[in-house]
Structures are given as C-alpha cells and as structure tokens.
C-alpha cells in the first residue's frame, strides 16, 4: 500500500508539485524504515534488544557483565534472531520460529 | 522481586500505551500484574458494533512461552465464544507463539468478532444461525450489544 502511494506522489510530482513537497514525503519514508530496523533487532519473545541480556537474565540479577556474556543471540536458518535463552525454552514445546512457524534450526550463535 | 514474566507483561502494558490499537484497551488489576481487565470496542459494520466487551486475561509465570486464559466476562452471544466466556482461537491454544503480546492478542479477538469461524463452534446454536439464519443471529448479538452497556 506503501508503494502504491509513493508512486502516485512521484507521478504527481513530476507533473506538478514543487520539489519541497517531494522532500517532506521522503524523509516520512525514511522514518517507516528506521523503525522497522528496530523491530528487526528486539528479540520478538521477550522484547528487549538482542545485544542486551534478555529478560528472564535481568530478572535473575546475574551480575551485570556475566549475564551479557551467557545471554547470547541465536539466528536461524530461516534468518530470525533471538536470544538463546528465549528460543531455547520455546523449543522444547515447539520446535518452530516463533515468527514465521519454519522448522526451526540453528543457524549460527554469537553476539 | 521481578519474574520475567511479569517484566514482560510491563513491557505489553507500555506497548499498549504508547501505541494504542483501535477498538481495544487493557490494564493490569490494581495489586496483580498477572490479571488483566481488558474491553473490546464492538467493530464497525458488524452486528456487534457499539458493544463494549469487558474480559478478563490470566496469565502464568510461563508466559509468555504459554498463553495466557481469555475470557469474556460480558455475555456474548459468538460462535467461538463458550457459555462461560471462554474463547475458541487457534493463537489462544494450538497456534501460540510466545512472539504475541496483549495487544495481539486482543487485536486477535476483536477480529474474531467480525470474522466468526461457525465450523469449530463453542457455541452450536450461535454458529448454526450465523450459517442458517443470519437475521436472527444479529438479533440476539444485538441484544447482547445492549446488555454490554449495562454489566
Ligand atoms: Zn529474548
Ligand atoms: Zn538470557
Ligand atoms: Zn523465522
């Protein structure tokens, strides 16, 4: 729907709307892709960021350091990350990527 | 002290603030973050339209690698709505992924409103009029519509 309305505007654009116009829409565009990156690096289980340690490590009160260092990110196969921590609970009731239901296999580990 | 559970459920409750979806709202009780109330604002172009259904959402120290119990605790007259409130939603058993928050969840049985699924009925008189006799379900979701004004 996106895309659709991006180039009815350029269409407009060319035709008649003065080059400030164009401006303005672009930046909105580059707002939309910014928080998708985010959304990107959050681990869709528990919500925090996957370079931080994740929640059920905050709560455990690891010391600050060791606890960013056991909690570490697992990617699948299928590209999705997560961190291990998280992943590793859901799969022992279900072996799939929680986002997109793929057969879930590990495809590397690290930060 | 702080579970992880709990921690997540803050994090559901800020996302629902922040980034309200239309037609739903929810709140943790006063004392017990694991209870919530929730209301489902009847959605537009439906028979349920202008009802206001309240809920009540459980959750365990599983969550959210489990999900949590939902139930209406307005009387509905759905299709996939048990007599107790209970409700019959594949992402609320078989098809959960711990990815889901509560404002998915609700989002998910608003949706359910509009779009009943007659052919797994928790509620076999309700589903048999919404195939058979259209006109009567919406009478007696209507009449549901007017007791959610009063509960
Ligand atoms: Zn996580
Ligand atoms: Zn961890
Ligand atoms: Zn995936």
Redesign the pocket.
Known sequence: MADKGDNNVERMDNENIKPDKMFTLKKWNAVAMWSWDVECDTCAICRVQVMDACLRCQAESKRDFYGKQDCVVVW?E???SFHYCCMSLWVKQNNR??????E?SIQRMGK | MSTPARRRLMRDFKRLQEDPPTGVSGAPTDNNIMIWNAVIFGPHDTPFEDGTFKLTIEFTEEYPNKPPTVRFVSHMFHPNVYADGGICLDILQNRWSPTYDVSAILTSIQSLLSDPNPNSPANSMAAQLYKENRREYEKRVKACVEQSFID
């Not at chain 1, 990527?97 to 793929?102: A, G, K, M």
Request: glycine share 10%.
């Open positions: 699948g299928c590209n999705h990527c929680p986002l997109c239901q793929q879930w």
